[in-house]
């Protein structure tokens, strides 16, 4: 619950430090970009994120850790190609997306660089769902709420103090979900190895 409060309340603060330094087609350029990426980042997880979330909590309350990591293993061998074919094909027709369907040409560029982002995003969902399964609730405060908006709100103040502007402002953003995939991946690890040739999976078939 804290964890969302610091989320939504940093997320105000940097809409807002954005609005200063960035002039208005910018800033909507950029939150344009950033709600395509989360639309295509959420359905790219084809919604196996509320399967690991549930299917883990179920597992792990009865003890079998090796259908745990089945679960989390096989959501992540689904969701890793097919968030990566989403954001090639988002790259790929970023120009004809920003000229025909927003007709806005200079969205192209930030299309293309938030493609990076969508495995990211998508990644990040089924970890943090891993962690919230195994009722490690912290973990997604850590790396989601905290750990992700302190660091593209600092590498953006930095950039945007040196005068740069938009696609800066994106990279900063890419970078921040980058260490917020990898932070959340960490944790899940940490409370239960999920991959590995060593690590012992069992995967439910229906």
Same mark, same amino acid.
């Given at each position: 619950f804290l964890g969302s409060i610091f989320r939504t309340v940093f997320l105000f603060l940097y809409a807002a430090f954005v609005a200063t330094f960035l002039d208005p087609a910018s800033v909507g350029l950029f939150f344009l970009g950033v709600t395509v990426m989360t639309i295509l980042g959420s359905a790219s997880t084809l919604a196996l994120d509320v399967g690991v979330l549930r299917y883990t909590a179920l597992y792990n309350g009865?003890? @079998?850790?090796e259908r745990v990591r089945g679960v989390i293993a096989g959501a992540t061998y689904i969701v890793i190609p097919v968030s990566i074919? #989403?954001?090639? *094909?988002l790259f790929f027709f970023a120009r004809p997306l920003a000229e025909d369907v927003f007709g806005?040409? @200079?969205?192209?560029n930030v299309l293309r660089m938030f493609a990076a982002a969508v495995p990211l995003f998508? *990644? !990040?969902?089924?970890?943090? #769902?891993g962690t919230q399964g195994l009722r490690r609730m912290r973990y997604q405060v850590y790396s989601r709420d905290v750990a992700e908006q302190l660091t593209k709100f600092l590498l953006s103040a930095v950039l945007l103090m040196e005068g740069?502007?938009?696609?800066e402002v994106v990279s900063a953003n890419v970078a921040a979900l980058a *260490? !917020?995939?990898?932070?959340?991946?960490?944790? *899940?690890?940490?409370?239960?190895p999920i991959y590995g040739i060593h690590v012992k999976r069992t995967y439910e078939q229906r």
């Open positions: 009865e003890g @079998d850790r074919i #989403a954001g090639v *094909l806005k040409p @200079d969205f192209t998508s *990644l !990040a969902k089924v970890f943090n #769902a740069l502007a938009l696609t *260490l !917020a995939t990898c932070l959340s991946l960490y944790f *899940l690890h940490k409370i239960q």
